[in-house]
């Protein structure tokens, strides 16, 4: 013990080290004694469900009130966003993409749901569309996507009918989620 004070007098980083340790140790334990148990649920991007995004998805084949598309629209200030804000270091896909879209948005001025942009997209240069990462990809939808409003200004939301689903798996895992979620309140109650 003598000698650790002494080591301790002469090099007072090592009281640094010591306290930190203590608190770092004291702190996992405080995190591993308040863990909870969790279930990972894996579903994967192929859960039909019935919406007005999807109406194909639903038993009754009646049109749900709701957003019905994604909307975008080529202004030159998301241009502009978007070469300033491009995620990576792709100068090329960046000046390509920029190109593409910049005509784009000559030919097509106003609002263009998804399938009519990546068309015009494919016809003007497919390659630069086929050479954008996932990153890149989203990003760039992300950026030209525009809320879908009513005639007053207000947002249409898409419209989900769990209860309506033609596929019974769906349902079997909506239904799954729902009752663990109740499981887990009653829990914490």
Request: aromatic letters at 8%; hydrophobic letters at 35%.
């Amino acid at each position: 013990m003598e000698n650790f004070r002494e080591h301790l007098a002469k090099s007072p980083k090592y009281g640094f080290f010591a306290a930190f340790t203590l608190v770092m140790a004291a702190f996992s334990a405080n995190i591993s004694a308040n863990q909870t148990e969790q279930t990972l649920l894996l579903i994967g991007g192929a859960l039909t469900t019935c919406s007005s995004f999807s109406p194909e998805n639903c038993i009754e084949k009646t049109s749900l009130i709701g957003k019905k598309a994604n909307q975008f629209q080529l202004t030159g200030k998301a241009l502009q966003e978007i070469k300033s804000q491009w995620p990576d270091d792709s100068t090329n896909n960046r000046n390509e993409t920029l190109r593409v879209l910049s005509k784009i948005a000559k030919q097509q001025p106003n609002l263009i749901d998804k399938g009519s942009l990546l068309w015009a997209w494919r016809d003007l240069d497919s390659r630069s569309l086929n050479n954008l990462t996932d990153r890149e990809y989203n990003f760039v939808t992300d950026m030209l996507e525009v809320a879908v409003v009513d005639a007053k200004g207000q947002r249409i939301k898409e419209t989900v009918q769990s209860k309506q689903n033609n596929e019974p798996a769906a349902n079997d895992i909506v239904n799954f989620i729902s009752a663990t979620a109740k499981v887990n309140r009653k829990q914490q109650s």
